[in-house]
């Protein structure tokens, strides 16, 4: 079992900042493809954004594109640099992983079978 956690949550002004960070406790992130992902209650769990397993492709939601940037700062933790927040942004995210069969980024829950469980991000207006 890959074992992630998500660290950085919290509770934000609109138009403030917040880093969030996804942990593993092996060598997981050194080899594989990972995402965020967040839901809302009663809502579907969205794709935020991904980064391939070198970090060197990246891909973004629409809703995120320009404010927040995904990276992996070495090989054990995954990033994600949330800017100009909004309410809309609020809900719980999640770290997923996967190994990957190609070089480039999984966009896809179903694609991603392992996951942290979770960090709140509130943005208060």
């Known amino acids: 079992q890959v074992q992630l956690v998500e660290s950085g949550g919290g509770l934000v002004q609109a138009g403030g900042s917040l880093r969030l960070s996804c942990a593993a406790t092996d060598r997981t992130l050194s080899t594989y493809a990972m995402a965020w992902f967040r839901q809302t209650r009663g809502q579907e769990r969205e794709f935020v954004a991904a980064i391939s397993w070198n970090g060197g492709g990246v891909a973004y939601a629409d809703s995120v594109k320009g404010r927040f940037t995904v990276s992996k700062d070495n090989a054990n933790t995954v990033d994600l640099q949330m800017d100009s927040l909004k309410s809309e942004d609020t809900g719980v995210y999640y770290c997923?992983?996967?190994?990957?069969?190609?070089?480039?980024?999984?966009?896809?829950?179903?694609?991603?079978?392992?996951w942290g469980p979770g960090t709140q991000v509130t943005v208060s207006s």
């Open positions: 997923a992983a996967r190994r990957p069969l190609h070089p480039g980024v999984y966009r896809e829950r179903d694609e991603y079978p392992y």
